[in-house]
């Protein structure tokens, strides 16, 4: 079974930066669809950005050019580096694994964008 624990998020100041960090366990993510997912107080769940096993990336409209994916294979844990952050960033971050029919999330990481 797939455990994912998020970690780095925080509260930060317009402008700046984060680097959210999701390291798996139970199973290696070298072949998986790694992504990060937030979520707004009652609204569902939108891609932030996904990396695929053979390491291509897709973003979120909102996010393009400000955020980057990454994966660390050996370390069996997948990042966002987040730059140029905006109010409108904040949301609880979520941490995907998606391999076949098996998905899993964490348990979420807040990130709070003050202006």
């Known amino acids: 079974q797939v455990h994912l624990v998020e970690s780095g998020g925080g509260l930060v100041q317009a402008g700046g930066s984060l680097r959210l960090s999701c390291t798996a366990s139970?199973?290696?993510?070298?072949?998986?669809?790694m992504g990060w997912y937030r979520q707004f107080p009652g609204k569902q769940r939108e891609l932030v950005a996904v990396?695929?096993?053979?390491?291509?990336?897709n973003y979120g409209d909102s996010v393009k050019g400000r955020f980057t994916i990454s994966r660390d294979n050996a370390k069996n844990t997948v990042y966002l580096q987040m730059n140029s952050l905006r109010t409108e960033d904040t949301a609880v971050y979520y941490c995907?694994?998606?391999?076949?029919?098996?998905?899993?999330w964490g348990q979420g990481t807040q990130v709070t964008v003050s202006s």
């Open positions: 139970g199973s290696s993510i070298s072949v998986a669809t």
């Open positions: 990396i695929d096993g053979g390491g291509s990336t």
């Open positions: 995907n694994f998606r391999w076949r029919i098996i998905t899993t």
